[in-house]
């Protein structure tokens, strides 16, 4: 069951490392025994998922960022799926 | 044919291990020689610098090396995600607790078995109460716990018994493998090898911890290549995503891939390790699909499998360009299936200094 927006407070897997990848010039989030490339949206998204802000915190920063576009729908749906994914808890 | 950079080196950092598990797939002939830390901290900045993410530490035991600190510190500062892969025996907190600190990201843990007894008769020596120990200083050091347990004919019947133990564990992922039969554990695959039932039973358990664990633990079971109808994508594909230094620096597409005689292995220090995955001939031996023999060569599902795993093939047939004779479609598949069919007998248990002469031939005899 979903979690209200002022609820969440992603954070990332334990033991996940976010960082770029010189070689392939990507940013890459590494886990046991995955990596997983992201763009620069996930990249923003994932930084932010400190397991202290809320997902509402979240997603005002990055309307803050991205000049007032919505982004809450995109960005609950994406920490929706890194969750069952997991790279988000 | 344009290489790709690899995305995780698998550094065998040594042979030398406390334990005697007769499914491991070192090699029959373990290397006494291994790699200087110079060497291994050498071998890790051209791997990072070739596009290299991901470091598993593993061996033999990693933790018999004393300068697994100093090369978690290196891989760390290299921006590396680096893994320990270990028994757990002399993995006390103090020790988790500063590999912790230099860097190190998670490490994976080996049980036996949930049973004392039986784990430490797999083992060949006194080693379960140690491991418990190990992976409460793991948790206690803030690392995550990834409880790894090979699975085979001595505790598939337990696997409910050996979850409800690395449960208490805390652990981020629990992993039920079956054996995979290379190195000492082919050369001990008929008494490790499950009945069908035996293993069909295990993966209805399976299935019912997996529902009810959903949501909490991660739980991973992968069956045996011996046990499937199509052959696995072995590596995801030969020297494709990852490569393997064995203890004395013979750089491999995969930790198996020293049992291909018919191949040349270069050592880290002969060549640069960005030449090794590049140009070399071992590497590029099966790469594509230009090598491929029928029915793999006209398969529908060539690009899916390539043919399964080059090593079997070669443990198996003597070729390693052969259909892994674990595809129902293989030409060796019948003679490969009869080959199983006297199950059971002794264990013979990993040791360093194992006599040559017991090493494989070819197990099936072609027509």
């Keep these: ?6 609820e969440l407070r992603p954070r990332l897997a334990d033991g996940a490392l976010l960082r770029h990848d010189d070689v392939r010039d990507v940013d890459v989030l590494l886990l046991p025994e995955r990596v997983v490339t992201l763009n620069p949206t996930g990249r923003a998204i994932l930084q932010l998922c400190d397991g202290s802000r809320t997902l509402a915190e979240i997603c005002e920063l990055l309307e803050r960022r991205y000049s007032g576009a919505a982004v809450t729908a995109d960005v609950a749906a994406f920490v929706d799926a890194g969750t069952q994914n997991g790279l988000l808890r | ?3 790709e950079p690899p995305l995780a080196l698998t550094a065998e950092l040594t042979h030398r291990c406390p334990l005697h598990c007769p499914y491991c797939s070192n090699p029959v002939e373990l290397s006494a020689d291994e790699l200087t830390t110079e060497a291994w901290a050498d071998a890790i900045e051209q791997a990072s610098r070739l596009g290299v993410l991901q470091l598993h530490l593993t061996g033999g035991e990693p933790l018999v090396r004393d300068d697994l600190e100093a090369l978690v510190d290196h891989a760390a500062r290299l921006g590396l995600y680096t893994q320990l892969v270990t028994s757990g025996v002399g993995l006390d907190e103090r020790r988790a607790l500063r590999l912790a600190e230099l860097g190190l990201n998670s490490v994976q843990l080996s049980f036996q078995a949930a049973d004392p007894a039986l ?3 797999i083992a060949g020596r006194k080693a379960h109460t140690g491991k418990l120990a190990a992976a409460g200083a793991v948790r206690a050091a803030g690392l995550p716990l990834i409880a790894n347990v090979v699975l085979h004919r001595l505790n598939l019947d337990h696997v409910e018994a050996i979850v409800e133990l690395c449960l208490t564990l805390d652990p981020q ?8 039969f290379h190195g000492w554990a082919f050369l001990n695959r008929l008494a ?4 069908r039932e035996q293993l069909d039973r295990a993966a209805v358990t399976y299935d019912n911890l997996r529902r009810r664990l959903s949501g909490t633990v991660e739980l991973a079971w992968v069956l045996s290549d011996y046990a499937e109808r199509r052959p696995k994508p072995c590596m995801g594909g030969w020297a494709r995503y990852a490569l393997t230094v064995a203890p004395d620096g013979a750089v491999l597409p995969c930790p198996a891939a020293r049992s291909i005689d018919t191949l040349t292995f270069h050592s880290i220090g002969d060549r640069p390790l960005a030449w090794i995955w590049r140009e070399s001939a071992a590497f590029n031996a099966y790469r594509g699909g230009g090598w491929m023999l029928e029915p793999c060569r006209s398969c529908d599902r060539r690009a899916v499998d390539h043919g399964g795993c080059r090593c079997q093939a070669f443990a198996l047939t003597g070729d390693a360009r052969r259909a892994d004779p674990v595809c129902s479609l293989s030409p060796d598949h019948a003679a490969f299936v009869r080959s199983l069919g006297d199950q059971g007998g002794r264990l013979r248990y990993r040791r360093l200094g194992h006599s040559s002469s017991s090493k494989p031939s070819a197990a099936i005899s072609r027509p």
């Design chain 2, 119 to 121: 784990a430490d008769r």
């Design chain 2, 173 to 180: 992922r629990i992993e039920l493998a079956n054996a995979q």
């Design chain 2, 1 to 3: 044919m344009s290489v």
């Design chain 1, 1 to 6: 069951m979903p979690r209200r927006p002022d």
């Design chain 2, 192 to 195: 490790l090898l499950p009945d």
